[in-house]
């Protein structure tokens, strides 16, 4: 033997995000080496019987927070317990948040966030910074994370009052800077203003259990901030990407957005898609607080289902999780008042399940449309298609499995993450990881997990995306406001 890994993936139904063909896979050190039908086995290729099973690429998770400190904790899934986790759920690349404290350095920062994450991550990563404050330092080193870190996505927050909240002025230079260093402006879009003067009415009112969380930003709090935001990126010509959008409203902004011909993308998470906040007004405290997290899940029990129609639509793009996960007794630290719960949730294990039961299984998008929101375009929006979401030639062996027929239920007594619970407890999924490729390996099989800390690899992503760059930079030439050519006035002025 030459010391090459070789796979071959046997007799399955290949899916891309725009076909579906009856194809064998070989892979080869990494990389997808060749697609056709009944390809000759190499020697010592290992071989998968993918018979009755699709062959997809493996899920894109855009918006995790593995071991984040937040809130006076830190989120109990690290970046090996949640990478280990995506895999065995068929995600083989996760995009984390670099969120640095107000008044702090975006590249050390982001230093911290690599030298942590490097030698834990079982599957590649990637990296967006957030913007928590405003300054020339900031600016200048949005410049050199662009040009030089491969980070092409920066998020600023609406919420989150006087810890990473910025001003109207603040994302407008933010948003502009973006545009300037061809980087994706992701917003968290919450009216943080309202937020703080709602929770402190609830907390008068007596109301400090979870239910508070939600009633203190109703849908109209996240749905002002969208489009607040979509105005404000119009305004500079930046492409925008609002990440987890939780409710009907903000989703119908985002979605009036794009029909206007914004460039505009909406992140709806497993959670938003799966569940529901009802759970908030749970009498038990415990099993309320699990559901808190920002923007809130929304008590109206039709949102998962409307958020899954647009999804299917292309009104909303692309599926992340917003991980971020604590435990009940961290959870607890807000018992009394549930300002002082810790915002977040799970998902990274269960998305690709519960986007598969719920929007391919309930017959509301096809495999295809799946691929595309779980994958391939996070890759494009990114910046690095067809590296990832796509099974071609060429591209990363990152490919997952799948068995659309099968059935499993979530349960956190079965599941691989810290967190002691998981919000989609009971949920019986059609759709069924079977074996897990990252990087050309099989790091899962069948329930068996075989992951190597710090096996995954840094993704960098160039600026100026051509999915979404190439518009902006067609309106930037072509919609320059102009002015009117005409003589000047020459009667009387008032004198004042
Ligand atoms: O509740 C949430 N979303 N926690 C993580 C931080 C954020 O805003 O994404
Ligand atoms: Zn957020
Ligand atoms: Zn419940
Ligand atoms: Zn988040």
Not at 352 to 377: C, F, L, P, Q
Not at 405 to 427: C, K, L, P, W
Request: charged share 20%; net charge neutral; with cysteine.
């Amino acid at each position: 033997m030459d010391g090459r890994t070789r796979i071959l993936i046997r007799g399955g139904k290949v899916v891309n995000e725009d076909l579906s063909f009856m194809s064998d896979v070989y892979i080869e050190n990494g990389k997808i080496a060749d697609i056709g039908r009944n390809l000759k086995v190499p020697a010592g290729a290992q071989i998968i019987d993918a018979t009755n099973m699709l062959v997809m690429p493996g899920g894109i998770d855009t918006h995790t927070h593995m071991e984040l400190a937040f809130m006076g904790t830190k989120a109990v899934d690290d970046f090996y317990i949640g990478t280990k986790a995506a895999l065995a759920g068929g995600t083989t690349m996760i995009m984390d948040f670099v969120i640095p404290q107000k008044g702090t350095s975006l590249l050390e920062a982001y230093d911290r966030w690599r030298s942590t994450a490097d030698p834990k991550v079982c599957c590649d990563y990637s990296l967006h910074v957030a913007v928590t404050w405003w300054g020339e330092q900031v600016k200048r080193e949005m410049a050199t994370l662009a040009a030089e870190q491969g980070v092409n996505s920066f998020k600023m927050f609406m919420a989150y009052k006087d810890v990473f909240m910025l001003s109207d002025q603040e994302l407008y230079s933010a948003f502009s800077q973006c545009k300037e260093v061809g980087a994706i402006a992701q917003v968290h879009a919450e009216n943080g203003d309202l937020i703080a003067e709602g929770a402190k009415k609830m907390l008068a009112l007596g109301i400090t259990g979870p239910e508070g969380h939600e009633m203190c930003r109703p849908e109209a709090v996240e749905a002002e901030a969208t489009q607040r935001a979509v105005t404000i990126a119009h305004a500079v010509n930046c492409p925008l990407y609002v990440v987890h959008v939780m409710s009907k409203s903000a989703a119908k902004v985002v979605s009036n957005a794009r029909r206007d011909g914004r460039v505009v993308f909406g992140e709806p998470i497993a959670a938003g898609l799966g569940t529901d906040g009802t759970h908030c007004w749970h009498k038990d405290w415990a099993h309320a607080a699990r559901f808190v997290m920002g923007p809130p899940l929304r008590p109206d029990p039709s949102t998962p289902g409307y958020l899954m129609d647009l999804l299917a639509n292309d009104d909303l793009s692309v599926t992340g999780t917003d991980n971020c996960t604590f435990s009940v007794c961290q959870k607890a630290l807000g018992k009394d008042d549930f300002t002082k719960i810790p915002n977040g949730v799970n998902g990274v294990e269960d998305r690709m399940s519960v986007i598969w039961e719920k929007g391919v299984h309930s017959g509301k998008m096809d495999e295809n449309r799946y691929v595309a929101v779980t994958s391939s375009n996070a890759a494009k929006i990114f910046n690095f298609y067809p590296q990832k979401g796509r099974i071609a030639t060429g591209s990363d062996a990152d490919v997952l499995v799948w068995d659309p027929n099968s059935t499993r239920t979530i349960s956190a007594s079965t599941h691989h993450q810290a967190v002691d619970y998981n919000i989609f407890e009971g949920m019986v999924c059609h759709g069924v990881p079977v074996v897990t490729i990252s990087r050309g390996k099989v790091v899962y099989e069948r329930g068996e997990l075989a992951v190597k800390a710090g096996a995954g690899r840094f993704v960098p992503r160039p600026p100026f995306s051509e999915f979404v760059y190439k518009r902006v930079r067609q309106r930037e030439q072509v919609c320059q406001p102009t002015a009117v050519v005409r003589e000047p006035y020459r009667g009387k002025v008032i004198s004042l």
